[in-house]
């Protein structure tokens, strides 16, 4: 079934798969963002949202040196 779905439409399955990333995203901004940190810069909540994204990685970078 899958390789006929693609076949029909290429960009569909890549679509799903950004639609989950970003919607994780918005979800780790939305934690981010609480009372208490409402006036943090942008760059700094991207940064922040991209560490806790990224947090199983880094740590797994961390225990590797």
Same mark, same amino acid.
């Given at each position: 079934?899958?390789? #006929?779905?693609?076949? %029909?439409?290429?960009?569909?399955?890549?679509?799903?798969?950004?639609?989950?990333?970003?919607? #994780?995203? /918005?979800?780790?901004?939305?934690? +981010?963002?609480? @009372?208490?940190? +409402? #006036?943090?810069? %942008? @760059?700094?909540? @991207?940064?922040?949202? =991209?560490? #806790?994204? /990224?947090? =199983? +990685?880094?740590? /797994?970078?961390? +225990?590797?040196?």
């Amino acid at each position: 079934l899958l390789p #006929r779905l693609a076949t %029909h439409s290429e960009l569909s399955i890549g679509g799903v798969i950004s639609a989950s990333f970003c919607e #994780r995203v /918005n979800s780790m901004g939305k934690l +981010t963002m609480t @009372d208490k940190t +409402t #006036r943090l810069a %942008h @760059d700094t909540v @991207d940064k922040l949202v =991209t560490l #806790r994204i /990224n947090k =199983t +990685t880094f740590i /797994n970078q961390l +225990t590797c040196l």
